[in-house]
């Protein structure tokens, strides 16, 4: 937060601090302590920047309310009065609809902006949320700015666009980016957007902090856990094939073009219970014959557990020895036991005790990488849909007035910027959203900074696509947008596609999507017919038969590919190796390809 607050203008510091698995967890804490469920690292983070965000009239924006918004608010209330900073709290509620979903731990709708709008409208100088749509936070700033009403679904999708850029922070200024060699990412600085009145946006970061902004950084971060083009979410339905990307100087990209469509009627609602029970051991294989000696060791489990098997069995053997290896760890294997129950008794004891019995009379050179636990509870993700007009969307204003929040409002004034000492509003400017958390930044900007680990990016609408063929791919005789013309036929050479396109992906509960570009027309030409959900199929061995959906964006030179139940029941089920499927596209770009060599 004070890099973003010190580092330039800024007229609003948004911060993202939820996703699916930190509901999950503040679901939990909650249980321990009815006034906890909020995330306690923001209240940390803010003892130390408040009164630097004061002094510079910079409003702050947060979701980190999680399951208890009021709560938050009011103990930012008593930090500030502790600190003797005079700030005006306000904050949104009514995403919270456990009481309809009994058997959830936690069950919270995802709201829009509208509440952040109507708190900002009313001379809040913070902002605390429940669960909002992470794009959200850099819609209401902007519509409390310009005065947007509900209908202005271009400029709204505008900044929907601008806030999913920015509500993963450093992942839009080279942090986890695909091209990172060449360039300076070993402490990148976080992303602020400059937001225009007609919607349009730049991508930028404060002068002198680390890594880069480019069209790449940009794309990588708009294909990060999307779907289709339609963008559904509770402000606006983002058109993400409309969207154009332009270089504007150093560190800017421009952001414009984007359409927007009516939001549909529903809103999106993340539930999360315990699932059950786990437990996992890694058993390592040293030298020679690690087949066997996994064989072996399978076996004797099996026979060990008899009757207290657990429910759920898995195995996954990864082979990273290496053939006459100059240490032993490059020698050794990593055999995988996972297994899950409801019955904590038959993942505990029965296991762990059954796993370390074998230490005398296995395989040569048994050992384990950690000694079997007692096993956990782990947590389940579900998706459903409510009619969005039954969900009490309130803001809370910081008077205490409740003001019950509807799309349907007729737009308000514009908002002018305030000129707080030393701060550096503009009346009538654009404003600047910052992801530092995630931030918008003073005179023109919002943007966003560092909050929690956010792994989710939600659009929070119902999922809309485009008809589909029988294989996923979304034609272009029903509604698809049209490939471009193939590349002539030429000699190639196998090498990895990782040369000549880039990847990103990511989860959306059991879901991953791989959104991959190319950074040239003529690699966009061959990629497109080359990279089919046939061809996704045999590259990745994972994805059989499982349900793959092919989404063509060629303004972005881009594909996206969303690969259903490939990580189970979400992320703290832990279903998977790589159970958010972040490394699933590198994976892919690792992959060979037989590619013209026109492209190497």
């Given at each position: 937060m004070r890099e973003m607050l010190t580092g330039g203008p800024l007229d609003v510091l948004t911060g993202d601090y939820l996703a699916e698995l930190t509901m999950l967890i503040l679901g939990r804490d909650r249980l321990k302590d009815p006034r906890l469920g909020y995330a306690k690292t923001f209240l940390r983070q803010l003892e130390d920047t408040l009164g630097t965000a004061h002094e510079r009239g910079v409003r702050i924006v947060t979701n980190a309310g999680g399951l208890n918004p009021a709560g938050l608010a009011e103990a930012v209330r008593a930090l500030a009065g502790r600190l003797g900073i005079p700030v005006r709290v306000a904050h949104v509620e009514g995403d919270d609809v456990s009481a309809r979903f009994p058997d959830a731990l936690t069950a919270h709708a995802y709201l829009g902006g509208a509440g952040i709008a109507a708190c900002l409208r009313a001379g809040a100088d913070i902002v605390v949320t429940g669960r909002v749509t992470d794009a959200a936070l850099v819609t209401g700033p902007a519509a409390a700015h310009f005065g947007w009403g509900p209908k202005e679904y271009d400029r709204l999708a505008g900044a929907v666009v601008a806030g999913h850029v920015l509500e993963c922070g450093t992942q839009a200024t080279g942090g986890n980016y695909a091209f990172f060699s060449g360039h300076d990412v070993r402490r990148p600085g976080f992303p602020l957007a400059e937001i225009h009145a007609d919607g349009t946006a730049v991508v930028t970061k404060h002068d002198g902090t680390g890594g880069f902004v480019d069209i790449g950084t940009v794309t990588a971060q708009l294909l990060y856990?999307?779907?289709?083009?339609?963008?559904?979410?509770?402000?606006?339905?983002?058109?993400?094939?409309?969207?154009?990307?332009?270089?504007?100087?150093?560190?800017?990209?421009?952001?414009?073009?984007?359409?927007?469509?009516?939001?549909?009627?529903?809103?999106?609602?993340?539930?999360?219970?315990?699932?059950?029970?786990?437990?996992e051991v890694v058993f390592v294989l040293t030298g020679l014959d690690v087949e066997a000696k996994a064989r072996l060791v399978r076996e004797q489990l099996q026979d060990a557990l008899g009757k207290q098997r657990p429910a759920e069995v898995r195995w996954e053997l990864a082979r990273t020895d290496s053939t006459d290896a100059d240490t032993e760890e490059r020698a050794s294997?990593?055999?995988?036991?996972?297994?899950?129950?409801?019955?904590?008794?038959?993942?505990?004891?029965?296991?762990?005790?059954?796993?370390?019995?074998?230490?005398?009379?296995?395989?040569?050179?048994?050992?384990?990488?950690?000694?079997?636990?007692?096993?956990?509870?782990?947590g389940v993700f579900d998706a459903v849909y409510v009619r969005a007009d039954t969900v009490p969307h309130t803001a809370v204003l910081p008077d205490g007035e409740r003001v019950h929040v509807s799309t349907a409002d007729d737009a308000r004034p514009p908002v002018p910027a305030r000129d707080a000492p030393g701060g550096h509003g503009r009346p009538g400017g654009d404003p600047k959203c910052a992801s530092a958390p995630a931030a918008v930044a003073a005179g023109d900007a919002t943007g966003g900074g560092p909050g929690d680990t956010d792994t989710d990016t939600e659009d929070g609408g119902t999922p809309a696509r485009a008809p589909e063929t029988a294989d996923g791919f979304v034609d272009p005789a029903d509604g698809g947008p049209a490939l471009p013309e193939p590349l002539p036929p030429g000699p190639t050479r196998r090498a990895p596609l990782g040369l000549v396109m880039g990847a990103r992906s990511g989860d959306k509960g059991g879901d991953a999507n791989i959104g991959v570009w190319a950074r040239t027309d003529d690699a966009w030409r061959w990629l497109a017919h080359e990279l089919t959900v046939e061809r996704l199929r045999v590259l990745l061995p994972e994805t059989d038969g499982l349900p793959v959906v092919r989404h063509v964006l060629p303004n972005l030179r881009a594909l996206n590919f969303v690969v259903g139940s490939i990580l189970g029941e979400g992320v703290a089920a832990q279903a998977r190796f790589d159970p958010q499927a972040k490394a699933l596209g590198e994976w892919l770009r690792a992959r060979y390809a037989d590619i013209p060599e026109a492209l190497l």
């Open positions: 856990e999307t779907g289709g083009a339609r963008y559904a979410g509770p402000d606006v339905t983002a058109r993400l094939d409309t969207v154009r990307l332009a270089e504007d100087g150093p560190d800017r990209v421009r952001v414009s073009g984007v359409r927007g469509e009516a939001p549909p009627p529903t809103l999106k609602v993340g539930l999360n219970r315990i699932g059950g029970w786990r437990n294997a990593y055999l995988r036991l996972v297994v899950r129950d409801p019955d904590a008794e038959r993942v505990g004891r029965a296991v762990s005790g059954a796993a370390i019995e074998l230490a005398l009379g296995s395989y040569p050179g048994f050992h384990v990488t950690a000694p079997p636990g007692k096993g956990a509870p782990y």
